[in-house]
Structures are given as C-alpha cells and as structure tokens.
C-alpha cells in the first residue's frame, strides 16, 4: 500500500495565511455592508413619512389618544439594530485584520531565518486566544516593494498608537480643550486600524510569496529529481488503481479510449474539513479527452471532456475544457457512483462525447471494487504530518 502523502510545507504554509486572509476579507466585507444598512436608515438622509396611528387605551401628556409615526419608529429600531451590527463586524474585522497581518508578517520572517513553518502559529492568551506577534518584516530592503511594506507599516503603527492614546486620554477626568482635542484626533485615526491591518497584510502575503521563492524552487528540484527517478523506477500501484484500470479497459472497449489519464495520490483534499483542511492529499483520478471539433457546425467532432474520480466524494464527476486553458467548475454526476460498473461509465462517457441524454437510471455498483474500496479506506486511515 502507498504512503499517504501531505501538502509540502511551502503549501502548506501559504495556504494558512491565505485562510487569515479570507477570514479578514470577509469580516471586512460585512462590515462594509453593516455600514451601508446604517446608512439607509440615517434619519439627517431619509425622508420619514409622517403618517401616524392611534394608540386606543393610551394617553399623552395631554391626556388625548396617543398617535405614533410607524415608519419613524420602523427607521429608530432599525438603526440602533443596524448600529449594533456595525459595531460588531467593525471590531470583527479589526481583530481579524491584526491576525491576518501579523501572522503574514510572523510567516515571512520564519522563512527569511531559514525556517520551515508548515502553517502560522500564534502564541495564546491565559483566556486561549491568539496573542498577535510582532508586525515587522527585516530583512527585504532590497525587495522591489520594500518601500511599499514600510509605508502601510508604519501607518498601521499610527493607528495602533493613536488607539493606545485614546484608550489612556480616555482614563482622565476631566479633559480640558487641548486633551478633548487630542482624543478625538486619536479616536478618528484608531478608527482607521482595520484597514490600514488589512492592507498591510496583504503586502506582508506578497513578501512571504517572495521568501517563499527559493524554498518552492529547491521543492521543483527534488520533485523533478524524483520524477526522472520515477520514470526508471515504477511507481508503486495506488489502491484505487485496480478500479481504474478497468474503466480504461471498458473505455477501450468501447472505441472511447480517452487521450490522456493518470491517478494520484497528491492533490490537495478540497472535501477536508477541520484542522486537516488544506494540508491532506487525496486519492484521485483524471481521464481526459481532447477538443476535436472542427467549427461550431461540424457533425463529427466532439467537445473535449474530463472525467474526475476524488476518493472522498460520492460521484464520478465531469467537466469540459476552456479555450483559454483549464476546465469548467467540475459537477457531479448522480448516477455515477464512485465505484460503479466500468462499462456504465463508457457509457455516461459517450453520452457525454456524443452530446446524447444520460442512460436511464443508476448505474450498477461494481462488486470487484469491494477489495479497492477498503483498500482506499485504509490508505484514507493513516495518519499525516505536514512535510518539512
């Protein structure tokens, strides 16, 4: 049985930055959006109608029915609900954003020292949260966007100095004209700490892809070292190879031979979840049929397929080259099991090719497949560690 592999740490790595990013990004994003929904209830930039109702059973101070206005009291319940959201995915994104950019900048300086980080790590409060690290990055001042890093870092250090000071002005009581001055000059440039983190970050990501360059060619190295070796040595067998291998045969068969295929056991695994997600590879396989069409009105010519196999999934999947290189979003096939009869995936191949309805039902399960299913179970088991 093969050893099951894992995402090299440079992957690995970046990936666990590029999660810091997305959780920033969208915290930023609703924010974004919590600030438009305050906005449409503003009552200094809506118009209320002033219709009103009457309360029955309810006095003023005038002893008469009391009236409300409806949409007034509609727009105050929804900006304080509006306001409350707001403040909320404000201090979201600002906590985000710090992580994101100090931990950008944590994973650069770990590869300028020569070291392997497999993903960001964080030290943690005594409450278990992750305590942000230093936000510099020595060591590029000859990287082309050297200048660029210094600027947004040093206008993330104003606005987390100026939130420092408006915390300590705020302590004081009773603030004379130049104090109230002050903390109001540091509550307006604090406000701006989310944003200046965020864009920091993504430079930070940009310098830690530039770190990251000699690592990732000293891996294209030993990969392609280990690829001419391969190619004397014969790879060892996959456990889904045995599956496989007949469709191909069921393929041939059937005059649908597919120009290319192949199976691994080193793509990343996009069904994990968890703290794997992103670091775990998967068993898998692709057959690919090339683009013969001539024009758009030939007859005879086919468009180009692909079929993908992913051992953690249910169904074969099936997706169509771009022009412009690559494939479509891959869809599932329901009726295709992922380990149904060879010749029922000739067949929903050809459909496929041909541009013809799929075959009636589902496909039958394929009762070989039963030893290569526990097989790719027990290669699914074994425990994995990120690589140095």
């Known amino acids: 049985m093969s050893e099951k592999k894992t995402v090299h740490w440079t992957e690995s790595l970046a990936d666990s930055v590029y999660g810091l990013f997305e959780a920033a990004n969208e915290y ?5 959006a919590a600030q438009l929904q305050v906005a449409t209830v503003d009552h200094v930039r809506r118009m209320t109608y002033e219709g009103r109702i009457a309360l ?9 029915t009391a009236t409300t206005c409806p949409h007034g009291q509609a727009l105050s319940i929804l900006s304080r609900l509006y306001g409350t959201v707001e403040a909320e995915t404000q201090g979201r994104y600002e906590e985000a954003a710090l992580l994101y950019a100090s931990g950008a900048a944590w994973a650069a300086r770990a590869v300028l020292r020569g070291e392997q980080p497999p993903l960001v790590a964080f030290q943690t409060t005594d409450r278990g949260e992750p305590a942000l690290p230093a936000l510099d990055i020595p060591g590029l001042e000859t990287w082309v966007d050297g200048p ?17 000071r408006a915390e300590e002005l705020g302590d004081r009581e009773p603030l004379n004209d130049r104090e109230s001055a002050e903390i109001h000059r540091a509550h307006t440039e604090a406000a701006g700490t989310a944003d200046a983190a965020f864009a920091y970050g993504l430079i930070a990501q940009r310098a830690l892809a530039c770190a990251l360059i000699e690592p990732r060619r000293t891996r294209e190295s030993e990969l392609a070292q280990a690829h001419a070796a391969a190619q004397i040595t014969p790879a060892p067998a996959l456990p889904h190879d045995p599956y496989i291998t007949a469709v191909i045969e069921a393929l041939a068969a059937a005059g649908l031979e597919p120009d290319s295929w192949w199976t691994s056991d080193a793509e990343t695994d996009p069904y994990a979840t968890g703290d794997d997600a992103g670091c775990t590879t998967m068993l898998n396989a692709v057959l690919s049929w090339d683009d013969n069409r001539v024009d758009e009105d030939d007859e005879t010519g086919r468009d180009g397929l692909f079929l993908f196999w992913d051992h953690p999934a249910e169904q074969w999947q099936y997706a169509r080259p771009r022009s412009e290189g690559g494939n479509t979003e891959p869809e599932f096939l329901p009726r295709l099991g992922l380990y149904s009869d060879p010749d029922a995936v000739a067949r929903t191949a050809r459909a496929l090719l041909d541009g013809q309805p799929f075959p009636d039902g589902h496909a039958p399960y394929w009762h070989p497949a039963d030893t290569v299913r526990a097989a790719v179970t027990a290669w699914a088991e074994q425990p994995s560690e990120p690589s140095a």
């Open 56 to 64: 029955e059973g309810r006095t003023n101070a005038w002893g008469r």
């Open 148 to 164: 660029a890093l210094d600027a947004a870092y040093d206008a993330l250090v104003r606005c987390t100095e100026a939130s420092v």
């Open 28 to 32: 930023r994003t609703a924010h974004r």
